[in-house]
């Protein structure tokens, strides 16, 4: 079955340190999402893309946070520098089309900093 | 106040009874889903709905748009129900809003 890959699983990285994480969507989404969680909330977006391009980026801290989907296919998310109020989880989700369809959720990627 | 509230924010039961999982919004939506987050993260897409019901085994989803309130309903819980349960909306086009989650235990 097809599902959406993100790695890591889990990193533990010191604060001021860089930080990538990685998202492949099932074959043919074109909608890509990136969702930052804190423990007991709800996902946040922080960036959409619709194949290569930029959607909504309103919420990402640009001073920090960068994110890419060159191709329009997989797609890397990276902090720099890393603060301790970064700790959660990161999860990746693509959808169909125009993204109004049902998401597919990655197991997520779990940063904890020190 | 959230555009999304869902409630209870934690709800136990024994196993066998009828669980429902609320969910309200204060906009127009497209569609709303019902999704599941077990501890470790992964979250898994339940249900979409942009009208009436659905049904998938012990779970149905019904969504009343004229009255912005949806209902999630596990028949029969089992201790593995326990997990989660996230509600979400597309306002606008593709963007979601989410609630803030039940946290769903289910002892045996």
């Known amino acids: 079955e097809a599902e959406v890959a993100q790695s890591p699983r889990y990193k533990i990285t010191e604060k001021s340190q860089a930080v990538a994480f990685w998202c492949d969507p099932i074959s043919g989404h074109a909608t890509l999402y990136w969702y930052r969680q804190i423990l007991g909330q709800g996902p946040e977006l922080l960036v959409q893309?619709?194949?290569?391009?930029?959607?909504?980026d309103s919420q990402l801290p640009k001073d920090r946070f960068s994110a890419e989907r060159l191709k329009g296919v997989d797609s890397t998310l990276k902090i720099q520098p890393a603060e301790l109020g970064d700790s959660a989880m990161y999860l990746c989700?693509?959808?169909?089309?125009?993204?109004?369809?049902?998401?597919?959720f990655g197991e997520g990627s779990r940063l904890t900093v020190l | 106040k959230n555009e999304v509230e869902q409630s209870p924010q934690n709800l136990t039961a024994q196993e066998g009874e009828f669980i429902t999982i609320n969910c309200s919004y204060s906009v127009g939506i497209s569609a709303l889903h019902w999704l599941q987050q077990h501890p470790g993260g992964g979250i898994v897409s339940l249900f979409m709905?942009?009208?009436g019901k659905k049904k998938h085994g012990r779970l149905i989803a019904t969504i009343n748009i004229q009255e912005k309130h949806s209902s999630l309903h596990i028949t029969a819980s089992h201790p593995r129900d326990s997990a989660v349960y996230i509600c979400?909306?597309?306002?606008?086009?593709?963007?979601?809003?989410f609630g803030e989650g039940t946290q769903l235990t289910v002892n045996p």
């Open positions: 989700a693509s959808s169909l089309g125009t993204g109004t369809g049902e998401l597919f």
């Open positions: 709905l942009s009208s």
């Open positions: 979400a909306v597309n306002i606008g086009g593709s963007r979601l809003t």
């Open positions: 893309f619709q194949d290569e391009s930029v959607v909504d």
